[in-house]
């Protein structure tokens, strides 16, 4: 089994709302990644956490807050998004940092 | 700094066979990636390879790696409306410390198969 489950899977939400996602994995993976992807683009990488540590935070605005609760889980909490950040929010996990990555479906998140 | 090259389409008919070609500049680059994601949805990991290996066959998919002209490929054989979708090469360095187990990803090769 090597699946990732994101919830929600749509996402709206106002400039002054706070809001979460989440991202499960149940296969034992001690590394968990938060990517942003834009429409005809690739995946860009926010936020690295290995063995339930930050260990990555590629320069995201304080807006996004990152949280790993537990091993199996992986939250983003949003607060004061602007519409610019309307985008496919992507959930990945691994067995280890630097191995190979399987992904959610993603929240398709929108900013009004 | 690490970069990676796609053709950004290829079109195809039913039943032919896809190549769908990749370059890359980090020679140091451990592990080589195919990726699939349809529309809307998320990426799903097709294939990868060892930066040791030459080939790798699973299925209708054949990844080949030149490492010296730093080239890698994806063969979809028999190809099939389903497999219609775009495909991302990504290539890491593993587990060697600090960002550079991070994925590179090429802008991505949307796959039109015709019937």
């Known amino acids: 089994d090597t699946e990732v489950t994101q919830t929600p899977k749509h996402l709206v939400m106002g400039m002054t709302n706070k809001k979460s996602l989440k991202c499960e994995q149940h296969?034992?993976?001690?590394?968990m990644y938060w990517y942003k992807q834009k429409a005809k683009k690739p995946p860009e990488l926010m936020f690295v956490?290995?063995?339930?540590?930050?260990?990555i935070n590629e320069s995201v605005p304080s807006r996004f807050s990152p949280e790993c609760p537990n091993s199996s889980l992986l939250n983003l909490h949003l607060h004061a998004l602007q519409p610019e950040d309307s985008a496919l929010y992507l959930c990945?996990?691994?067995?280890?940092?630097?191995?190979?990555?399987?992904f959610g479906p993603g929240t398709r998140l929108t900013v009004t | 700094g690490e970069d990676v090259e796609q053709s950004l389409f290829l079109s195809v008919r039913e039943g032919d066979s896809s190549v769908i070609n990749c370059t890359y500049t980090?020679?140091?680059?451990?592990?080589l990636y195919w990726y699939k994601q349809e529309p809307g949805a998320g990426l799903q990991l097709l294939t990868y390879?060892?930066?040791?290996?030459d080939m790798k066959q699973d299925q209708r998919l054949t990844v080949l790696l030149n490492k010296k002209d730093k080239h890698l490929s994806l063969r979809i054989a028999d190809t099939q409306t389903g497999d219609s979708a775009i495909y991302f090469c990504?290539?890491?360095?593993?587990?060697?410390?600090?960002?550079?187990?991070?994925?590179?990803f090429g802008k991505g090769t949307k796959l039109s198969v015709k019937p």
């Open positions: 296969m034992g993976h001690r590394a």
């Open positions: 390879i060892f930066s040791n290996m």
């Open positions: 956490y290995s063995y339930e540590k930050l260990s």
């Open positions: 980090d020679s140091s680059s451990t592990y």
């Open positions: 990945a996990s691994s067995q280890d940092y630097g191995y190979e990555q399987y």
């Open positions: 990504a290539e890491s360095n593993g587990d060697n410390g600090g960002s550079q187990g991070n994925l590179i």
